[in-house]
Structure formats: structure tokens, C-alpha cells
């Protein structure tokens, strides 16, 4: 079992910075991936961005070049630092992690509960 926590989300305006913080707690050993995904109101939830064991990273389209996700393996923490913030990254923000099973070929995803963040004048 893992446990996430995250933390840095609130209100910003146009062109502001954020940095959210996810901390895991558990079975981290079992981790094969952790990332961030958000969900609007009105929209399903995405993938914004993840980060593998081995440190390979993964953003969406839509956040390229703004977004970067990091890790600090001696905290168990991954972060996701948001630059150049737009009203349509208004989301809550949930941290995931995805971690083997006794079945062959199957994952388990963790969820965090979620932080908000607002973008807005």
C-alpha cells in the first residue's frame, strides 16, 4: 500500500508559479512510476506529466516547455513545478503512483487526494 500527500496548490494569477509537492509513504519500493494528473470541472481527468524509477519523463502536450516534474528519491517526493500558469490549468491536481501486483501484467494506481489550483486575475 502507498500513501500520497500532496501539497503547494492555490491561487495564482496568468503568468504565476507553483510548486506542487507529493510525498509517498508506504510500499515505495514497489513504485514503477509516480506522476500528476488534473481534472477540470466539465472534463475528464489527463495525464499532465510523469516520472518513471529510472527517471524518465513524460509531459503533455499542453504543458511543454511551462511544466517540470522532478523527484527527490531521499524524501520520497515528487514535484511538479508549473511556470507560466493559464486560467485553463485550473484543475484539481491529483498525484499518482503506479506499482506492481501479484499478477503478472497488472498495476495498481495510488491516488493522492488532490490539491486545487486556480489561475486567475
Known amino acids: 500500500q502507498v500513501q500520497l500527500v500532496e501539497s503547494g496548490g492555490g491561487l495564482v494569477q496568468p503568468g504565476g508559479s507553483l510548486r506542487l509537492s507529493c510525498a509517498a509513504s508506504?510500499?515505495?519500493?514497489?513504485?514503477?512510476?509516480m506522476g500528476w494528473y488534473r481534472q477540470a470541472p466539465g472534463k475528464e481527468r489527463e495525464l499532465v506529466a510523469a516520472?518513471?524509477?529510472?527517471?524518465?519523463?513524460n509531459l503533455a502536450e499542453s504543458v511543454k516547455g511551462r511544466f517540470t516534474i522532478s523527484r527527490d528519491n531521499a524524501k520520497n517526493t515528487v514535484y511538479l513545478q508549473m511556470a507560466s500558469l493559464k486560467p485553463e490549468d485550473t484543475a484539481v491536481y491529483y498525484c499518482?503512483?503506479?506499482?506492481?501486483?501479484?499478477?503478472?501484467?497488472?498495476?495498481?494506481?495510488?491516488w493522492g487526494q488532490g490539491t486545487q489550483v486556480t489561475v486567475s486575475s
Open positions: 508506504g510500499s515505495i519500493f514497489s513504485i514503477n512510476a
Open positions: 516520472i518513471t524509477s529510472g527517471g524518465t519523463t
Open positions: 499518482n503512483a503506479k506499482r506492481n501486483t501479484p499478477v503478472v501484467g497488472s498495476i495498481y494506481n495510488d
